[in-house]
């Protein structure tokens, strides 16, 4: 026997139909990721639940690799761990070829503890304590300084080591891109870079080796990284001939953009995202315009989300559902903002495990919060779905795990699905043990 469900009646913006069809009729359905049913995944593993796929992250990764070594014949990637730094993740990344590069004291002993010697991280970031810096020197790490500051604590552990420290300097600059990036490193265009390197050479305690920008997030437009190159080329080439430096690798830092939707941009990422290629000889061909030096610098690339973004998967179960007083149906989702960082940015692709019945109608998706925010997708079409219905929100394999917050639910466990389709375990749900690990109780209470 059918449930009976009281009639609504909505208004339907007739203007959101495409080349698909109606959005009344029009259902994404997702049963398997890799060959295993989603169903099987939360039914073994749980829900909500992250899972990865091996298959896309070297898939992608061999392509954006064959874009630059085709054209460059000297390029290393550098995995960035704040993008996402599950171990199995950062080691399927390792296996492939790149180094690490780390933000902070943290990721720099995740990367050590997975193995990753010292001269294979890059350090960048605006703030490195100064034990862990020297920690880093002695590791041979490539040190990319940020802030005057960090230039005399770095001079100070040259004397405490009695050695001179081979470093980079981070420049930040105008690229056509607004907001211009310029919270980190020393800019280029007010000659703040120039002087920095002055600065480094005077003392003589540091070695210059190397010049770092990353001149922005999710970048669409390939030009602006020609911009980038032909800058930090015409500074490498200005700071060899006043300093006698020799800069051994440019490092062009990260930014390029994944397949995900930016809420307000309307054309497809298939036609807004730069390919592979276009990133590619935007940056290579700068290089090759103003290279000076008899021998090609070494490019780093730390490329985080493009890589890794659409390997990423939430599987999330409809828990309930209700009819607002404006006559939207609201499902309730078991993940919600607290696992989604990046919803506050994209209309991420919210794809059903089945063919439901029936019209779509205007609907709502929360998160299990209780915080009115907790909004995954507050206008979607969708028929009506069932309670256990499982959705497949994608691509979430960059930010999300890591800036998942431990507020009112447990963080979920995570996945990884093999090249062969086999699952595994790379984190496991966070419990009440976990949480409370490092607490510690006043004898008072």
């Known amino acids: 026997m059918k449930k009976y469900e009281k009639p609504t009646i909505n208004r339907v913006d007739f203007t959101m139909a495409s080349k698909y069809g109606s959005p009344l009729k029009t259902q994404k359905i997702r049963n398997s990721i890799d060959g295993v049913d989603v169903h099987k995944l939360t039914e073994n593993y749980g829900s909500p639940l992250f899972v990865f ?5 070297e898939e992608k990764y061999k392509k954006l690799y064959e874009a630059f070594s085709s054209r460059y014949p000297n390029v290393k990637f550098g995995w960035s761990y704040k993008t996402n730094y599950l171990n199995a993740i950062c080691k399927i990344f390792h296996n492939l ?5 780390v933000v902070s004291e943290f990721e720099y002993q995740k990367a050590r503890a997975l193995g990753v010697e010292g001269k294979d991280i890059i350090f960048n970031g605006p703030y490195k304590p100064k034990e862990h810096l020297k920690t880093a020197v002695k590791e041979k790490a490539k040190i990319h300084i940020d802030h005057l500051f960090e230039i005399n604590d770095l001079e100070e552990i040259a004397d405490e080591l009695d050695i001179k420290i081979p470093v980079a300097i981070r420049v ?3 690229t056509g891109i607004y907001p211009q990036w310029s919270r980190f490193g020393f800019n280029f265009e007010n000659g703040e870079a120039y002087e920095a390197v002055k600065r ?7 070695v210059l080796t190397g010049l770092h920008t990353h001149i ?3 970048m669409l437009d390939a030009n602006a990284y020609r911009e980038a190159t032909l800058k930090l080329m015409d500074l490498k080439n200005q700071i060899e001939e006043d300093f006698g430096y020799e800069i051994e690798y440019i490092d062009l830092g990260g930014g390029f953009a994944s397949k995900n939707r930016l809420k307000g941009i309307y054309q497809p990422p298939e036609v807004i995202v730069p ?9 290579t061909n700068a290089i090759y315009e103003k290279n000076k030096s008899d021998k090609l610098p070494l490019l780093y690339l730390e490329t985080g989300r493009h890589l890794i973004d659409e390997a990423g998967y939430l599987l999330t179960t409809v828990v309930g559902y209700k009819r607002f007083p404006d006559g939207r149906k609201g499902y309730i989702l078991d ?3 607290n696992l989604l960082y990046t919803s506050t940015w994209y209309n991420f692709n919210i794809e059903l495990d089945k063919h439901y019945e029936g019209l779509n109608e205007p609907s709502m998706l929360n998160g299990p919060l209780c915080m009115n925010i907790d909004v995954i997708e507050e206008n979607i079409m969708l028929p009506s779905l069932e309670r256990g219905s499982v959705l497949t929100i994608s691509p979430v394999g960059a930010y999300n795990y890591t800036q998942a917050m431990q507020f009112i639910r447990y963080k ?3 996945v990884l699905i093999d090249k062969n389709s086999n699952v595994h375990i790379i984190k496991e749900e966070d419990d009440l043990q976990t949480v409370n690990f490092k607490e510690r109780m006043p004898k008072e209470l």
């Open 53 to 57: 796929s091996q298959k896309a992250i």
């Open 97 to 101: 070829g790149s180094i690490a590069e």
């Open 172 to 174: 930040n600059m105008d």
């Open 200 to 206: 480094i050479h005077k003392e003589g305690k540091l």
């Open 216 to 218: 922005g997030t999710f």
């Open 275 to 283: 390919t592979a290629d276009d990133y590619a000889n935007a940056i």
């Open 335 to 337: 993940a919600g903002v």
């Open 412 to 414: 979920p466990a995570a």
